[in-house]
């Protein structure tokens, strides 16, 4: 972003500048003496990545939060890439902001990786030769899930925890987690534990790790559990 200085900086000081993104700022520490009124090229930390999913394809822009510019859209996953196939119908974002969670109406669940390196086009649509998202299916089960996947949530203080909530009726297992999300092939586990066997819509990790809280919304009532496994 463009910085004028409103009076001569020295090398070693810091200063606040705003972001192209929503106008927010950071504090700048510059190496170099900046001149008053000299316009300088700060490098902008601040980025915003929102996901919206389509048929058979994922999308991604940087510019949601920019709003004097044109949203430029890149295609992270798509059936044409061997990505996403079906219907997205819930997403979650790891903390570490490199994996994209996506399950779908299909009961398919998809991690999409590298994303912390897909900055432009090149690097991010897979359209591009020069990209380098890459997503990988799931297996939950080895009978393979047919439930809608109703929610996705990935533990902020740790991207290897993440739980999906399943819908529909007559089944008996409606919670799956697993701690190793980023392994080749992840292992999942029955999360349902003592809870009645009904549908789930939402669930979220507490984002104190104090506390190891999960929450969950479900067909009657929000629930919440210390430990949450298969035998409690």
Same mark, same amino acid.
Do not use: C
């Given at each position: 972003?463009?910085?004028?200085?409103?009076?001569?900086?020295?090398?070693?000081?810091?200063?606040?500048?705003?972001?192209?993104?929503?106008?927010?700022?950071?504090?700048?520490?510059?190496?170099?003496?900046?001149?008053?009124?000299?316009?300088?090229?700060?490098?902008?930390?601040?980025?915003?990545?929102?996901?919206?999913?389509?048929?058979?394809?994922?999308?991604?822009?940087?510019?949601?939060?920019?709003?004097?510019?044109?949203?430029?859209?890149?295609?992270?996953?798509?059936?044409?890439?061997?990505?996403?196939?079906?219907?997205?119908? =819930?997403?979650?974002?790891?903390?570490? &902001? @490199?994996? $994209?969670?996506?399950?779908?109406? #299909?009961?398919?669940? /998809?991690?999409?990786?590298?994303?912390?390196?897909?900055?432009?086009?090149?690097?991010?649509?897979?359209?591009?030769?020069?990209?380098?998202?890459?997503?990988?299916?799931?297996?939950?089960?080895?009978?393979?899930?047919?439930?809608?996947?109703?929610?996705?949530?990935?533990?902020?203080?740790?991207?290897?925890?993440?739980?999906?909530?399943?819908?529909?009726?007559?089944?008996?297992?409606?919670?799956?987690?697993?701690?190793?999300?980023?392994?080749?092939?992840?292992?999942?586990?029955?999360?349902?534990?003592?809870?009645?066997?009904?549908?789930?819509?939402? =669930?979220?990790?507490?984002?104190?790790? &104090? @506390?190891? $809280?999960?929450?969950?919304?479900? #067909?009657?009532?929000? /629930?919440?559990?210390?430990?949450?496994?298969?035998?409690?």
């Amino acid at each position: 972003v463009e910085y004028v200085p409103l009076e001569n900086i020295s090398a070693g000081q810091s200063f606040w500048v705003e972001s192209a993104t929503n106008n927010r700022p950071f504090k700048h520490t510059t190496d170099i003496d900046l001149v008053k009124d000299d316009t300088a090229m700060i490098q902008d930390p601040i980025s915003s990545k929102f996901f919206i999913g389509g048929e058979d394809q994922v999308l991604m822009t940087k510019d949601v939060l920019r709003y004097n510019v044109e949203p430029e859209w890149w295609i992270i996953s798509d059936e044409d890439h061997n990505g996403v196939t079906g219907i997205p119908q =819930s997403m979650a974002y790891s903390a570490d &902001g @490199n994996h $994209l969670f996506v399950g779908t109406i #299909e009961g398919k669940l /998809y991690r999409i990786s590298n994303l912390r390196a897909a900055y432009d086009y090149d690097h991010a649509d897979v359209n591009s030769p020069f990209s380098v998202v890459s997503t990988r299916e799931l297996t939950i089960t080895e009978e393979g899930i047919t439930q809608v996947i109703t929610s996705v949530a990935v533990d902020p203080n740790d991207p290897e925890t993440v739980l999906i909530t399943l819908g529909n009726y007559g089944n008996d297992t409606y919670l799956y987690i697993t701690n190793n999300a980023l392994d080749e092939n992840p292992v999942w586990r029955s999360a349902q534990g003592n809870l009645p066997a009904m549908p789930a819509f939402s =669930s979220v990790f507490e984002m104190d790790p &104090g @506390n190891n $809280l999960v929450i969950a919304g479900t #067909e009657y009532g929000i /629930y919440i559990t210390e430990i949450i496994d298969a035998s409690r």
